[in-house]
């Protein structure tokens, strides 16, 4: 059963790719174009409290997050932010940072934030077709 950050980020029709103890999503909430979360799947309310496995997978996803963002908007840099203040469970949001703006089926992106912070106040939500895309593009591996 998926526990209420999960859920929150709207698991499971948002999963890209599943593992035993991650879920890699794509953020409801786009602070940039293909902002994702990088959840753990454990009820875990401390990184420490991961087990030893979780850390080799985690390795994994972060390679194929960063590939697959890397082919969806060329970003230059890529924030990881392990917040947890409103949702308690292990889990980082991965924020792909450019300067200007990336365009998704026809609509625009602006990195509000560059080259500061992210702006995670004004966001856009994940166009339709963003999950299936990324699916399909880790599907390749």
């Known amino acids: 059963m998926a526990h209420a950050t999960l859920t929150k980020f709207g ?14 999503l794509v953020r409801p909430a786009q602070v940039t174009l293909g902002s994702l979360v990088l959840c753990a799947r454990s009820e875990a309310l401390a990184y420490g409290d991961l087990p030893e496995e979780a850390f080799a997978e985690q390795r994994e996803l972060v390679s194929l997050a960063e590939r697959l963002l890397r082919e969806l908007v060329a970003y230059e840099r890529i924030n990881y932010l392990m917040l947890m203040m409103v949702d308690p469970h292990v889990h980082f949001h991965v924020v792909p940072r450019y300067e200007g703006a990336r365009a998704y089926d026809g609509t625009d992106f602006p990195d509000l934030g560059w080259p500061g912070v992210p702006n995670l106040r004004d966001s856009q939500p994940a166009p339709a077709a963003l999950v299936t895309d990324l699916r399909n593009r880790a599907a390749k591996d």
């Open 11 to 24: 698991y499971p029709a948002t999963a890209i790719v599943e593992t035993e103890h991650w879920a890699l």
